[in-house]
């Protein structure tokens, strides 16, 4: 495996627990439960997607980067419609480079990209 993988393979497990943890702090300080239950249940799969990682490396690296943009699209949405940088803002972004990390490693894996 070459570093590539390996950042985007890890990055999984990191965006994973900000995504979880976000959530969990989005019930916290606006009592919303959907921020909690989307939070826990994105985080969760992307958590998910990094132990299949660990096993089928396409496979993992393919549903972290399915399920990084379609938060990358949710974030978009929720940011156009709050015009708030924080927290649908910051995520949006974060999301966004998640993705394009995970692609990466896809490529690179693939052989693709070195």
Same mark, same amino acid.
């Given at each position: /495996? @070459? @570093?590539?993988?390996?950042?985007?393979?890890?990055?999984?497990?990191?965006?994973?627990? #900000?995504? $979880?943890?976000?959530?969990?702090?989005?019930?916290? %300080?606006?009592?919303? %439960?959907?921020? &909690?239950?989307?939070?826990?249940?994105?985080?969760?799969?992307?958590?998910?997607?990094?132990?299949?990682? =660990?096993?089928?490396?396409?496979?993992?690296?393919? $549903?972290?980067?399915?399920?990084?943009? #379609? &938060?990358? #699209?949710?974030?978009?949405? =929720?940011?156009?419609?709050? =015009? *708030?940088? /924080?927290? *649908?803002?910051?995520?949006?972004?974060?999301?966004?480079?998640?993705?394009?990390?995970?692609?990466?490693?896809? $490529? *690179?894996?693939?052989?693709?990209?070195?």
């Amino acid at each position: /495996m @070459n @570093n590539l993988f390996q950042i985007a393979t890890w990055s999984i497990l990191i965006y994973g627990l #900000v995504v $979880l943890l976000g959530g969990v702090m989005g019930y916290l %300080k606006a009592k919303s %439960k959907v921020s &909690l239950f989307s939070g826990l249940g994105s985080g969760i799969a992307l958590l998910v997607a990094w132990i299949v990682c =660990r096993q089928a490396a396409m496979a993992g690296l393919g $549903l972290a980067t399915l399920i990084a943009l #379609v &938060l990358f #699209v949710v974030f978009i949405l =929720r940011f156009l419609k709050t =015009r *708030a940088f /924080m927290p *649908a803002g910051l995520m949006m972004v974060f999301s966004f480079a998640a993705t394009v990390v995970f692609l990466l490693g896809l $490529l *690179a894996n693939g052989g693709v990209v070195t």
